[in-house]
């Protein structure tokens, strides 16, 4: 991990972020940001994206919507298990199922 410079990321006290990544190895990505402030979020995303630009395809699991829209290139959405959306992150972003499945139902009032 080295290579992508990991290394420098202990000077940053981030050493949940290295027990989180720790299953890179297998280049599936459980709850990435889980328990992370900003700036240790931002350091998940700088690695992720050297390591897409290294080549490697991963599998990101992540309810940090903002930190998945910004590294990915294919999202999939689940609800209750079931997947209701695929694609590009602005066509997910846009998809009305997963509106109202993560925002609720939009009702109008007079």
Do not use: C
Request: cysteine-free; glycine content about 10%.
């Amino acid at each position: 991990m080295s290579q992508f410079g990991w290394a420098s990321a202990a000077s940053t006290g981030a050493d949940a972020i290295r027990s989180s990544l720790a299953v890179l190895q297998g280049l599936g990505i459980p709850y990435t940001g889980a328990g992370l402030n900003a700036e240790e979020t931002a350091t998940v995303a700088a690695f992720i994206r050297q390591m897409r630009l290294a080549g490697k395809t991963m599998i990101l699991v992540e309810h940090d919507m903002e930190m998945v829209m910004e590294i990915s290139d294919h999202v999939v959405v689940l609800d209750g298990g079931s997947r209701i959306a695929q694609g590009t992150p602005d066509a997910v972003r846009h998809n009305p199922l997963v509106i109202e499945a993560y925002l609720g139902r939009m009702s109008a009032t007079a």
